[in-house]
């Protein structure tokens, strides 16, 4: 079975950094574009980064441009969002995303003093 | 930047067909912005039922097709379900940036 696993949430404290992981089994996670995606409590779907299959590109929203870097490890299938100067409204649920389709099953990141 | 619209939400008949619609505040969506579509349900991560405008993974439902339509990337769900009743969230691709619609909130009844 194809699984993206994240992990890496939790609580910090306003202004505080935390570094999510995304790892990927049975399917071909190099040759894809990965994503992060959040989901505050009771909101949509918003796309935070992504990164292409080599890592040669990224791309954030602009609400976390020059706070969060994304990337990736190929030869670990792994894929991470450093996120340094966390804010409350940066809480949500953060999924990774596959371009090929494939959903992690969350990480909870909970900013809040 | 551009704005993703999709209808807040849309009913349909246990058996009947409904269209969601994906459009782009920048003009007439293409196959260029990769549409995408996923399902929600309370609670759960989103699943994947679309890529890249028509491409169906291995494990939707084949009452679910994708396609453009008037301008607009569309799911098209033929035969609805009760279990269909859900969330259904769309993205477009802008040369590598990535705009999520707000989502549809689908009833079957």
């Known amino acids: 079975e194809v699984q993206l696993v994240e992990s890496g949430g939790g609580l910090v404290q306003p202004g505080g950094s935390l570094r999510l992981s995304c790892v990927a089994s049975?399917?071909?996670?190099?040759?894809?574009?990965i994503n992060w995606v959040r989901q505050a409590p009771g909101k949509g779907l918003e796309w935070v980064a992504n990164t292409r299959p080599d890592g040669s590109d990224k791309f954030y929203v602009d609400s976390v441009k020059g706070r969060f870097t994304i990337s990736r490890d190929n030869a670990k299938n792994s894929a991470y969002l450093q996120m340094n100067g966390l804010r409350v409204d940066d809480t949500a649920v953060y999924y990774c995303?596959?371009?090929?389709?494939?959903w992690g099953q969350g990480t909870l990141v909970t900013v809040s003093s | 930047q551009a704005v993703v619209t999709q209808e807040p939400s849309l009913t349909v008949s246990p058996g009947g067909t409904v269209t969601f619609t994906c459009g782009s505040s920048t003009g007439s969506v293409t196959t260029k912005h990769y549409a995408f579509w996923f399902q929600q349900k309370p609670g759960q991560a989103p699943t994947t039922l679309i890529c890249d405008t028509t491409n169906k993974p291995s494990w939707t439902p084949a009452r679910f097709s994708g396609s453009l339509v008037g301008g607009k990337a569309a799911l098209i769900l033929s035969g609805a379900q009760p279990e269909d009743e859900a969330d259904y969230y769309c993205?477009?691709?802008?040369?590598?940036?990535?705009?999520f619609g707000g989502g549809t909130q689908l009833t079957v009844l």
């Open positions: 993205l477009l691709v802008y040369g590598g940036v990535v705009i």
């Open positions: 995303l596959s371009g090929a389709g494939y």
């Open positions: 049975r399917f071909t996670f190099s040759s894809y574009w």
